[in-house]
């Protein structure tokens, strides 16, 4: 036992808040497919119980009932699988995936699925701010709007926006693409180094080095490829926005810094 | 006194990681039966849109984000498959292992994971039990 005044700190180096929780083995599983309540889950639990179906039950479909709007539900899923989330998720949902694809029967809070890496989020209702921040690839499609610095620093993949888009979306935007068929807040595309904006609907204003750009047959075929996978309908008549590469100087940096954005 | 300065790598490729060469680096049969939608989440290619064949040392490459290199392709590329060609031989690359950041998986990965991420299924998995590395002779600092 500590003494009166003694110090004693533990830590996880993983940085874990809850480094002691264990899967709460709550999940039914029937023919591959698992659902489980998260209700009166912690954040951890409600992880570690979609790692454990994922990775040691061989499930592949998992349904989370009852999410809460908990910040930081599925995150770090590495691995080809399907999972539904029968509710709104809070901050950081579904980041630093790799594989899976998941449908969100709800809201998502800011930065969902910020550092994707590959999969399919399909998110039925709104998105806050930051969505797809530093997104790497896959798709991001949100049935509702987006909020502002959509695709900040995006590097890959696809955001739709079926919605409006709030201010700066797409800053510092380096790569992939952004399909936005609502109206678009200002600053659209300030100071993007490359990738690719269409908009529908209105733009406020256009930010730093982001210029109408030319449309091609491979533009329009993108377009209605996801629009099809997607069963959006048929799609509006967008508008298409790239970098005017005043600010592009990929070629003097060192190669290590481009491979940052590969 | 004498000083030398230490070896620059300023292009970390995917051999140098790994100390050799691969053969699907250097013969176009072994990529053929690569199927790109089966090994990508969804209906299309999904990640692999944003791959495509680029140039290292002069050398057609691909990116492997995964270890942070290049991996150079050594057996001519018909024209119009430049693409194709660069994203089966990174598939190819990532479900053989052979790829460096998975080979470091198994020592130092911090959270269970399969081994061969989302490009092969059933893959074993890593991360169950992993502990920091201790120093030999280190101890903490007083009041930790």
Redesign the interface.
Same mark, same amino acid.
């Given at each position: 036992m500590a003494a009166v005044g003694e110090r004693r700190v533990s830590y996880d180096a993983r940085g874990l808040a809850e480094p002691h929780a264990e899967a709460p083995r709550v999940a039914e599983v029937e023919d591959g497919r698992a659902v489980f309540d998260a209700r009166d889950l912690t954040t951890r639990q409600i992880n570690l119980e979609l790692r454990r179906l994922l990775y040691e039950e061989d499930v592949a479909d998992v349904t989370v009932q009852n999410p809460g709007s908990k910040h930081s539900l599925g995150v770090g899923i590495l691995t080809r699988c399907r999972i539904t989330f029968e509710g709104s998720l809070g901050y950081f949902g579904c980041g630093l995936v790799d594989g899976p694809e998941v449908h969100v029967k709800g809201r998502v809070g800011w930065s969902a699925c910020e550092n994707m890496m590959s999969g399919v989020v399909v998110v039925d209702g709104n998105a806050g701010s930051l969505t797809g921040a530093a997104l790497r690839g896959g798709d991001v499609v949100v049935k509702g709007r987006v909020g502002a610095r959509s695709g900040i620093d995006q590097k890959g993949g696809t955001i739709i926006s079926l919605g409006d888009a709030g201010s700066m979306t797409g800053f510092m935007m380096q790569r992939g693409r952004q399909i936005l068929c609502g109206d678009v807040g200002p600053g659209l595309g300030d100071s993007m180094y490359d990738g690719t904006i269409y908009v529908a609907g209105k733009v406020k204003s256009l930010g730093i080095d982001c210029v109408p750009g030319e449309w091609t047959d491979a533009d329009t075929e993108l377009i209605e490829r996801k629009f099809r996978i997607y069963g959006l309908g048929e799609p509006p008549a967008f508008q298409k926005f790239v970098c005017g590469k005043k600010l592009y100087n990929y070629d003097n940096l060192e190669p290590s810094e481009r491979k940052l954005v590969l | 006194m004498a000083t030398r300065e230490p070896e620059k790598i300023?292009?970390?490729d995917a051999e140098y990681l790994a100390g050799r060469r691969f053969s699907y680096q250097e013969d176009q049969a072994e990529i053929e039966d690569v199927d790109l939608l089966a090994a990508? +989440?969804? #209906? !299309?290619l999904?990640?692999? #849109? !944003?791959v495509e064949l680029?140039e290292e040392d002069g050398m057609p490459a691909v990116?492997d984000?995964y270890s942070?290199s290049f991996l150079k392709i050594y057996f001519p590329i018909p024209a119009g498959q430049e693409d194709e060609i660069a994203r089966k031989v990174l598939v190819k690359h990532l479900q053989s292992g052979s790829s460096y950041g998975i080979q470091l998986k198994e020592k130092h990965t911090?959270? +269970?994971? +399969?081994e061969l991420?989302?490009w092969v299924?059933?893959?074993p998995?890593v991360g169950t039990d992993?502990h +920091?590395p201790v120093l030999e002779g280190w101890e903490p600092p007083e009041?930790?």
């Open positions: - | 300023r292009a970390i990508t +989440p969804g #209906e !299309d999904n990640w692999l #849109e !944003d680029l990116f984000r942070n911090k959270f +269970p994971q +399969p991420g989302p299924d059933g893959s998995t992993w +920091p009041g930790h």
